[in-house]
DNA sequence: ATTAGCACTCTCGGCCTTTGAGTGCTAATT
DNA sequence: AATTAGCACTCAAAGGCCGAGAGTGCTAAT
């Protein structure tokens, strides 16, 4: 499919105004646009060969033309020029992100500030796709029946867990277990903790208790929750300020999807680094058919990455959004790749 | 404000009529649903009384009536029975809230379910008014230029901290320090942890590194982090679901104040344990004057307690709202009160 | 105090007309 | 062969009109 200059020049310019207006284009608006010397009868033939092609589609007979999924298409492979940020919303992106001296906030935070900078719903999500494995063990005595379980993991991060049990647990015991898990359980990840594994801990400690295996639960229950994805979605209100969300019923279904976090993690992500666009249609979501999604992956090493991507109509302008979510998107990967503090948080007041 | 027995039954079938179908509720079918044994004439000469009190309206002349929020009001103070939870209901709610391993998102869950069972976008916020001090600090030495600070809170939960730092540490310090700041800063609000204070300790442990001043810091962020509320906002899209948000303009205002973290945080709360409801105008916020929240407390012990609740259209079946967030709140308030683990946590791929 | 009866009011839906924007096509022009 | 002026045609949107129906308020009778 190759089109001939001119008609890439109008399709791009049908497509930037429809994107500013949100009204069909008429030939005559683009002659004005345009600075083409020809008259608009040309380009209305121009148009028609145009919408023969599937690009451009006239909501009824007699009025302009506006893109269609595929004109979008076009437009985003081949024709739109990469949109910048500002030297403002650099900064505030940066203030944002950067200064943020939770860092474990730092995905939502992002997302928040997508969803402000682009007017749009936003989603991020945050996988640890690989094996995460402990790196360090500490158990903490405060009492004989009241001890917390640090564990240092692959990540650099830290998970902690109070444990209280009924059964007596002495300062001598926790200290041996200690020295025994470092031995036995870092670099192992959770499959490889066998109940066998277990058991002759439980042995070589001389426990009683049980309380070994209390731990180990928790160590394991630690390991698995850590490789489950996490899901941010904010500025949702966003999506009803745009004209094609007046209508109730669509902008419920898009919102729906949004807030259901089974569905979201089945969204489809950029393989790599970079940013990518799913037009209308080109969702599989059925939710989403006549919205579009914009995500972008970023990668901080140490088994972090994620996506972080907004939703809104098809008429969107994509190469301001991909600029900002893109920028966004590598100031959060940097943050977080950080030897800055990670581990923190905790406790039953959080998330 | 006294209203004759007769009124009292009319202004109840009423709210009750318009509960259900969201149509103005005509004297005729009042005539059917009340065993009144009156014509429908009589009836009008009293919705018109009731009217008079401002307790009525009628959208246009020709229609049938509707509650005004004072309407509601007498409705919810005097006359509505308490909704009860259905057998079904009472065991989702323990299903989700009880069984959830991960005590720190009971209060998500919570406010995720409150949502689901009344149809509602819901809310929940966990405060920890009060102050909050440090019961037990460990220092956990990972190398010369990396240890995890670990501090048991007095409301039992625990939080930490990964610290990277360019100058050496050993462990023997971090020992001292480990005793020292258990010595010191135990038992201490976060005010009261003086720069003198922090030199004095500094001294006494014979750090020249200024690592005392950096765990410090730590601290003091970690004691006011968790005076800071949380809040959670589920279920956005339900509000649109309902006749009186089909006017796009009115669920954006709901909606965004919604997801405006700072608004949220001036909502009214209940005193005490219990419910309370906001009917339209009666909310102070501008744009949930016509809207109603209905919201419960909880009290968790331990410096922990928190709001949960519901925004939605005015017509709302209070009884069953109420009944549903109460219980919600009264299983939540168990699951946080447990002795059960409550630290836990952390990482960057959290929230 | 209640009620039957009736006139009155107002919304809602359907139908028609007008208006205006914008197109497609044809015939002339370069 | 491509372009263009010109014009007829189409269609949505907005406004006006009408009839139907629901429900009320009021009056006069019980």
Do not use: C, W
Not at 129 to 149: C, N
């Amino acid at each position: 499919m190759s089109l001939s200059e001119r008609k890439k020049r109008i399709l791009k310019a049908v497509v930037e105004d429809y994107i500013g207006s949100a009204e069909p284009v008429s030939s005559k608006a683009l002659q004005g646009r345009l600075d083409l010397s020809v008259s608009s009868a040309t380009i209305r033939n121009e148009m028609n060969e145009l919408e023969q092609m599937g690009l451009l589609e006239q909501p009824h007979t007699s009025a302009g033309r506006r893109p269609t999924a595929s004109g979008y298409r076009i437009y985003v492979n081949e024709l739109m020029g990469s949109g910048d940020v500002t030297q403002d919303e650099a900064e505030a992106i940066h203030e944002k992100i950067r200064k943020g001296d939770e860092p474990s906030n730092a995905v939502s935070d992002a997302s928040k500030l997508a969803s402000q900078i682009t007017a749009l719903p936003s989603y991020a999500m945050q996988a640890m796709p690989g094996v995460v494995t402990a790196q360090r063990f500490e158990l903490v005595y405060i009492d004989d029946h009241t001890f917390i379980i640090v564990v240092l993991l692959s990540n650099k991060s830290v998970q902690n867990r109070l444990v209280t049990l009924p059964t007596v647990t002495k300062p001598a015991l926790l200290t041996k277990l200690s020295a025994l898990f470092n031995a036995s359980f870092t670099g192992k990840p959770e499959g490889d903790m066998t109940t066998e594994l277990i058991a002759a801990t439980e042995r070589a400690a001389g426990d009683v208790t049980g309380v070994t295996a209390v731990i180990a639960g928790f160590v394991m229950e630690i390991l698995m929750r850590t490789q489950v994805r996490h899901t941010v979605v904010s500025g949702t209100s966003n999506l009803l300020e745009h004209p094609e969300f007046q209508d109730v019923e669509k902008a419920r279904r898009v919102l729906g999807y949004l807030s259901n976090e089974q569905e979201l993690l089945r969204l489809p992500a950029p393989e790599a680094d970079g940013v990518k666009i799913f037009i209308g249609a080109e969702n599989v979501a059925e939710a989403l058919r006549d919205a579009s999604v914009v995500v972008a992956k970023y990668d901080a090493g140490d088994n972090m990455q994620g996506i972080i991507g907004v939703v809104g109509p098809t008429r969107m302008d994509y190469a301001k959004v991909a600029a900002r979510l893109s920028y966004i998107a590598g100031g959060l990967a940097k943050v977080l790749a950080m030897g800055v503090p990670i581990g923190e948080i905790s406790g039953g007041e959080d998330e």
